[in-house]
């Protein structure tokens, strides 16, 4: 598929290369703020985290918020992207290479933030997928929880939470965990967020644990070991260790909210640039744009190298 019928097919990835974003999932975070307005505070948003940033658009929007548009005092502001993949430099953003799973990543957020806490943490965290869906699903949700480990180690009291989930067949456990944690928990799909697939985002608003809980990060502690004296107990796995057995009232459902305003593009839809449309939607020129940062160092590097060299042959 060329670059101009990827135009074509997806809007706001045309969208993200006009307006000077590294991903179309921008507009993602930009359509959540639309809704709930966690980055409008000029006087609150201080430190913020931005957990598995690259390439880097959710740090992109960040930065204009927090910075570029903003009309307030800029002082204290400080944004920290992580990502286990590198970066390229985002103005008024601090990258660092480093894996969300690790504590020695916490400390050097601590470190950077002088010890203060956040105001705001987000997590549009993706693994590797494998094809094997249970697995993938699985890996998943431990990179959720492990953001989320990360995130009461960090945020304010008060603070806001905002991360991608895939609305899996356990989901609403999650939700109930959440809702120990945090004032309100909301299941927020922007526009943006293709219809067909099973992505949406948990807006977790004031963030508000256990007084007498101290989260305490551990690599060698389970998810369950670090929750523990946190309210969160109530939802031990039943003694036969299975999930289907967690009672009805431990479940439960969380808000749901479609966030883009009702002349967002649609993001499973494709375009074509016929002369005599007459629907509402802005069209891009026909001109294809070129992305706006190629990867730094993508996994497929090497295989592109063997191939120009024509040393990427099969066996037979
Ligand atoms: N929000 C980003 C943006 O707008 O450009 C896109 C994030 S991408 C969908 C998911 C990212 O999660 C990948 O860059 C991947 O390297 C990162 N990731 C996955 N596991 C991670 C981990 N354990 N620690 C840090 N980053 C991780």
Not at 1 to 14: A, N
Not at 32 to 59: I, M, Q, Y
Not at 176 to 186: A, D, P, T
Not at 195 to 215: D, K, M, Q, R
């Amino acid at each position: 598929m060329g670059k101009s019928s990827k135009d074509k097919r997806d809007l706001y990835y045309r969208k993200a290369k006009e307006q000077g974003y590294r991903a179309r999932s921008a507009f993602k975070l930009l359509q959540l703020n639309d809704e709930f307005h966690f980055l409008d505070d000029e006087t609150n948003l201080k430190r913020v985290v931005d957990l598995c940033a690259a390439p880097g658009s959710w740090s992109q929007v960040l930065s204009r918020k927090m910075f570029t548009e903003s009309k307030g005092n800029l002082d204290g502001k400080k944004i920290v992207a992580v990502d286990l993949q590198p970066m390229s430099p985002i103005e008024n953003v601090t990258t660092l290479q480093a894996d969300i799973t690790h504590p020695e990543t916490l400390s050097k957020i601590l470190h950077l933030f002088g010890n203060e806490k956040a105001d705001f943490v987000c997590s549009d965290g993706a693994p590797d997928v494998t094809g094997l869906h249970d697995l993938d699903e699985y890996v998943q949700q431990q990179l959720i929880m492990s953001a989320l480990q990360l995130t009461t180690c960090i945020l304010k009291k008060n603070g806001t939470f905002v991360a991608k989930i895939f609305r899996g067949r356990d989901i609403d456990m999650l939700y109930s965990q959440l809702g120990y944690l945090f004032e309100k928990v909301i299941c927020a799909k922007p526009k943006s967020s293709r219809g067909t697939s099973l992505e949406a985002f948990i807006v977790c608003l004031g963030y508000n644990p256990p007084s007498n809980w101290e989260p305490k990060l551990d690599l060698n502690k389970s998810v369950e070991e670090f929750f523990s004296g946190c309210s969160l107990g109530r939802l031990k796995i039943s003694d036969d260790n299975k999930l289907s057995n967690w009672k009805i009232e431990e479940r439960d459902i969380a808000e749901f909210m479609s966030c883009g305003g009702l002349d967002s593009v649609d993001s499973d839809a494709t375009y074509h640039f016929d002369e005599d449309d007459t629907s509402n939607v802005k069209k891009p020129a026909l001109v294809s744009l070129d992305p706006i940062q190629s990867p730094t160092n993508p996994p497929y590097k090497k295989a592109l190298e063997l191939k120009r060299k024509g040393k990427l042959t099969r066996a037979v």
